[in-house]
């Protein structure tokens, strides 16, 4: 269902695009619901279903709004942290699907010593 989808969820997600529209003024935000419907009956991936609701609601797609780049980082603080506390640890374990996949390439990846 696509990147946002498969590493950070509908909720995650709607929680920081509706941070960035009350940076623009609008504080009603969009919800997990509408974006679930919007998927389910337009068949659409979650990025598309929250910039077509953004468009139709207050005008703007969502890349006006944030731009993809931005969402990504704001979506990948709280884990990129919690990476960190496990890596100093030695106990790093892949949760998001990115992670899985940087894994398995960190795994055949010769270490140089």
Request: aromatic share 6%; glycine share 6%.
């Amino acid at each position: 269902m696509g990147y946002e989808y498969d590493n950070f969820g509908t909720t995650k997600v709607v929680e920081k695009v509706n941070i960035f529209l009350r940076e623009k003024g609008h504080k009603q935000g969009i919800t997990v619901e509408e974006v679930e419907l919007r998927m389910q009956n337009n068949n659409s991936v979650l990025m598309n279903a929250v910039s077509a609701i953004t468009n139709s609601k207050f005008g703007m797609k969502l890349n006006e709004i944030v731009g993809k780049p931005k969402l990504t980082e704001e979506l990948m603080q709280d884990r990129i942290a919690k990476i960190r506390e496990e890596r100093d640890k030695g106990e790093w374990m892949p949760e998001l699907e990115i992670e899985k996949v940087m894994k398995k390439i960190f795994d055949i990846i010769p270490i140089n010593q």
